[in-house]
């Protein structure tokens, strides 16, 4: 099973993720983590994309594209994967579909988790507090949102019309939305 979790920034993917990846055992992939994990070590990946992060712009197609590609045998070896905060442009989306296609695999389903803006603000000031990332101002955040409408948005027709992507309402409780997601993926 390959599901891609896809929606505006602190809509609670990584969230979900972890839930999924204890409940199932899949391999759970956000480039979120692993910039920020090259980060933290201080590799030259790290220090490249640090002020990017920061920022709240993408990170190039090439680096993201190249770090999922990498962990595609782990995520074959355990029987699926959770794409987080991946796709986030067309262009990642089409390198996606290729090279599962190569490998003879494919997206069985995205999931959107649906949150009005107010809602993501809260998240972003509530983060702030809870884990200090240096990108959880609500500026940063606004640049991130533009960001997402103006380069992610358009993945939703491009899943839309492949028959894949599935709404999910992302307002109410961590507990709330997992039940919706299960729900989605008819477990
Ligand atoms: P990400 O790490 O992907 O960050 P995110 O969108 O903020 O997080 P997410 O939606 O997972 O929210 P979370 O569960 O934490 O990206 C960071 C940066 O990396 C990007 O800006 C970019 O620079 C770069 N990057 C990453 N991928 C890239 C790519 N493919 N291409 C280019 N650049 C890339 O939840 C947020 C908060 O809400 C938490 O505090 C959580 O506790 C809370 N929350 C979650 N669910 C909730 C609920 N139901 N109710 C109340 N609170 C909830």
Avoid at 71 to 86: K, S, T, V
Avoid at 90 to 100: H, P
Avoid at 151 to 169: G, M, R
Wanted: net charge negative; no cysteine; aromatic share 4%.
């Amino acid at each position: 099973m390959n599901v891609i979790l896809f929606g505006p920034p602190n809509a609670g993917k990584g969230t979900q993720a972890k839930r999924l990846v204890n409940e199932y055992g899949w391999v759970h992939l956000s480039t979120g983590d692993m910039l920020r994990a090259a980060r933290k070590a201080g590799t030259e990946l790290g220090k490249q994309v640090s002020a990017i992060i920061d920022r709240g712009d993408l990170v190039s197609d090439e680096i993201v594209i190249a770090l999922i590609e990498e962990r595609l045998p782990d995520a074959e070896a355990a029987g699926g994967a959770i794409f987080d905060g991946f796709p986030r442009t067309i262009a990642q989306a089409e390198a996606l579909d290729k090279v599962l296609e190569s490998r003879g695999k494919k997206i069985d389903v995205v999931i959107r988790l649906d949150v009005d803006p107010d809602e993501l603000t809260r998240r972003v000031e509530k983060r702030a507090k809870e884990e200090g990332r240096p990108d959880d101002t609500v500026e940063v955040f606004k640049n991130r949102l533009d960001t997402y409408e103006a380069e992610t948005a358009p993945l939703i027709p491009y899943y839309e019309s492949q028959d894949k992507l599935v709404n999910v309402d992302g307002m109410g409780s961590v507990e709330d939305v997992a039940a919706s997601i299960d729900k989605a993926l008819g477990r």
